[in-house]
């Protein structure tokens, strides 16, 4: 074993990025990004619509009698809308399936299955994707944060109370 000590100094790339001369505005590096945006939009408005249509599929394929087993699948699909409807300004879609994703999460948690709250979502997705004035948008959204809230997992109220080891 050497008694001397090497150092090493990291290339510093931030410094390096700020000093070849393409600094950025704030203001003009949104703009690149929006412009970036543009190139996939087609193919996001494609996953999305494909995603609702799936969801529906889904949903007439539920049994009458409960026992689908598929709220995992609901929610992988659910789950891929998120961000991606934002990406072509269906922000409202964005919030119904992450609504989706907390009652299905909230659902899976407890070993429950209602058809009716998914239903809904899914419903709401497609009236959402259709729907032009944001008042109307809203109304539907509170709609969904209502039944969210009757069936998402809240771990304050949800958790059980952990006892005392005897």
């Given amino acids: 074993m050497s008694d001397k000590a ?3 100094k990291p290339v510093n790339r931030l410094a390096g990025a700020l000093q070849d001369g393409t600094n950025r505005t704030l203001r003009e590096g949104i703009r690149a990004a929006d412009r970036n945006l543009t190139y996939i939009a ?5 996953h999305v619509e494909e995603a609702i249509a ?3 599929q889904l949903i007439a394929d539920w049994p009458a009698d409960g026992g689908s087993d598929r709220l995992q699948e609901f929610y992988g699909i659910s789950l891929s809308i998120i ?3 934002s990406v072509v300004d269906l922000p409202q ?5 992450k609504s989706l994703c907390d009652v299905l ?3 899976i948690t407890r070993g429950i299955e209602f058809r009716e709250p998914v239903a809904v979502h899914v419903g709401a997705m ?3 994707r259709n729907i032009t004035n944001p008042t109307d948008s809203q109304h539907v959204i509170d709609g969904l944060l ?8 809240d771990p304050l109220v949800d958790a059980k109370p952990v006892g005392r080891p005897a």
């Fill in 6 to 8: 090497k150092f090493f």
């Fill in 42 to 46: 087609g193919d996001c408005l494609q």
């Fill in 54 to 56: 799936r969801l529906e």
């Fill in 83 to 85: 961000g991606v409807a």
């Fill in 93 to 97: 879609i964005d919030v119904a399936a």
């Fill in 105 to 107: 999460d909230g659902m």
């Fill in 126 to 128: 497609r009236l959402l």
């Fill in 146 to 153: 209502k039944v969210r809230k009757r069936f998402a997992f």
